[in-house]
């Protein structure tokens, strides 16, 4: 396609520069025309005046006689270039340029050859896709039916839940043996109470969890409590075991 517009351009200036050059004999054939008649005119005036000597007449013959070969030459240079622009405005429009376009539209319809195939190869591997496609969909379906939201439930309670017991319930608490003056000398605890063997275990449960790694948890929304309830404890349990 460039080659083609490359070619264009260069028989289109060949014909702009011929049609200058034969503008420029136009001009050149038309002065000499002019040049010619005012010597012819000339001319003839003198040898019309009987003032003039034969020499002065003579003169003037001779400079109308160059005008007019001057516009002979002027009149065939005009008629060279014009036969020479005519023939290759000619050969322009009826040769070079249909070749071009010619030429630009083998190139365009190649191109539009192209496209067809390319749209009917990419249709034909499309429509080798879709049986692919729908059994994939069809295997997308088939997992789908077995999807069990309570099985699912199950696995993450399994696999989430602490293993902890519900902590218990809070104890009321005597105040009243704060007043014995005993109690306080002699520092023994205001409560009488004895380490079970659940709460024992307890604590050391929260101990080992407390140094050791941590079990998972399921956002930490089992834990927080739980924590809080075994830190009282434990505080509990060694004011008394002092």
Do not use: W
């Not at 309570?150 to 809070?170: C, H, M, R, T």
């Amino acid at each position: 396609m460039l080659q083609s517009l490359s070619e264009a351009t260069k028989h289109k200036s060949l014909l702009q520069n011929l049609e200058l050059q034969l503008d420029k004999a136009k001009k050149a054939y038309e002065k000499s025309h002019k040049d010619s008649l005012r010597a012819k005119l000339a001319y003839e005036r003198a040898e019309a005046d009987l003032n003039l000597s034969r020499a002065d007449v003579e003169k003037q013959k001779i400079s109308s006689q160059m005008k007019s070969q001057q516009f002979e030459d002027s009149k065939s240079d005009y008629a060279n270039q014009l036969q020479k622009f005519n023939d290759l405005q000619h050969q322009h429009y009826t040769l070079s340029m249909p070749q071009v376009y010619q030429s630009l539209q083998d190139v365009d319809e190649k191109r539009i050859g192209s496209f067809q195939d390319f749209v009917s190869r990419s249709v034909e591997i499309e429509k080798n896709v879709f049986p692919i496609i729908d059994t994939c969909l069809n295997g997308v379906l088939k997992a789908s039916a077995t999807i069990d939201a309570k099985e699912d439930s199950k696995l993450v309670i399994d696999k989430y839940k602490s293993g902890f017991e519900p902590p218990a319930d809070q104890q009321f608490e005597d105040l009243t043996y704060l007043g014995s003056t005993q109690s306080i000398n002699d520092g023994s605890p205001p409560l009488s109470r004895t380490l079970t063997p659940r709460s024992a275990d307890t604590l050391r449960s929260t101990s080992k969890e407390k140094n050791g790694k941590k079990r998972g948890k399921l956002f930490g929304i089992f834990s927080s409590q739980k924590v809080r309830h075994f830190g009282l404890l434990r505080k509990r349990l060694l004011s008394i075991m002092r």
